[in-house]
């Protein structure tokens, strides 16, 4: 009953438009193999958030096919969906609740100790700790009493736990302070392990981490090479 994905995702001829006067995706072919790091930039308008809308199912194509193992994914069952495809936004989102709350968001059965590991495996333990009531502690809506860096932490220890087969993230173009810096980076290491992941990139040491860099301008990819090529 319960299926596992392994994360292969194929755009097969994708057409899109938010609306029919204006294509945004003219003809969008890409196929990443399961477990593929794939860090997508270019220049603002160029599509990139489209794409990660129509692999979250945000959006469907216009024409053609967005599958996930070959499963179009118009035919897979929500529930499935959003188990083997996660997005984390730039705008990590907190909603009140404790810290152990937001961590469990996408797997609300997880003990503490599963929502501690989770914490633990991405770095953001130890802050966790240090808060007033620990995991317990309350974040108001606007994540008040957490830094950006730290709640972008929290929502990485969400998707850990969630642990889908493909990760899609647009990383926050809020600089961060140093220390939180290092602490995303090696947090985003982890968190790419043993899955796809499709980062909309910011920083040149996420680019340097991919397996693969995709250069998209107008709703095409003008470069697909492996960071040291670029
Ligand atoms: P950025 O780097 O600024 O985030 P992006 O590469 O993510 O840019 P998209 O957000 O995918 O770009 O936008 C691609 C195009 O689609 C842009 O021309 C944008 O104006 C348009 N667009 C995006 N979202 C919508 C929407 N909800 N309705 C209509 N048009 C949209
Ligand atoms: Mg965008």
């Known amino acids: 009953d319960l299926w596992t994905a392994k994360g292969h995702i194929l755009f097969d001829d994708v057409v899109f438009g938010y ?6 995706l003219p003809d969008f072919t890409l196929d990443i193999p ?3 790091t794939i860090a997508l930039v270019g220049t603002t308008g160029a599509g990139k958030s489209t794409l990660a809308k129509l692999v979250s199912r945000f959006y469907d194509p216009t024409q053609g096919t ?3 193992d070959g499963v179009d994914l118009r035919q897979m ?7 083997a ?3 984390v936004t730039q705008e990590a989102y907190l909603f009140s609740g404790t810290v152990a709350d937001n961590i469990a968001l996408g797997k609300p059965e997880a003990t503490l100790d599963e929502i501690k590991a989770a914490a633990r495996a991405v770095g953001a333990h130890e802050f966790i700790e240090r808060l007033p009531d620990g995991y317990a502690t309350d974040v108001n809506k606007r994540g008040g009493r957490v830094s950006a860096g730290q709640r972008q932490l929290i929502s990485f220890a969400r998707a850990f736990l ?3 087969a493909v990760l899609i993230l647009d990383e926050a173009t809020a600089s961060l302070d140093i220390p939180s810096e290092r602490l995303i980076q090696d947090a985003l290491q982890t968190l790419l392990a043993d899955r796809t992941a499709i980062i909309i990139a910011h920083r040149l040491s996420t680019v340097a981490i991919a397996d693969r860099v995709l250069v998209m301008e107008h709703g095409r990819i003008i470069e697909d090479d492996a960071p040291d090529a670029l």
């Open 19 to 24: 609306s029919d006067d204006r294509t945004i």
């Open 34 to 36: 399961a477990g593929q």
């Open 77 to 83: 069952h929500p529930k499935d969906l959003r188990r």
């Open 162 to 164: 969630a642990d889908p």
């Open 66 to 68: 967005v599958s996930l």
């Open 85 to 87: 495809i996660v997005m």
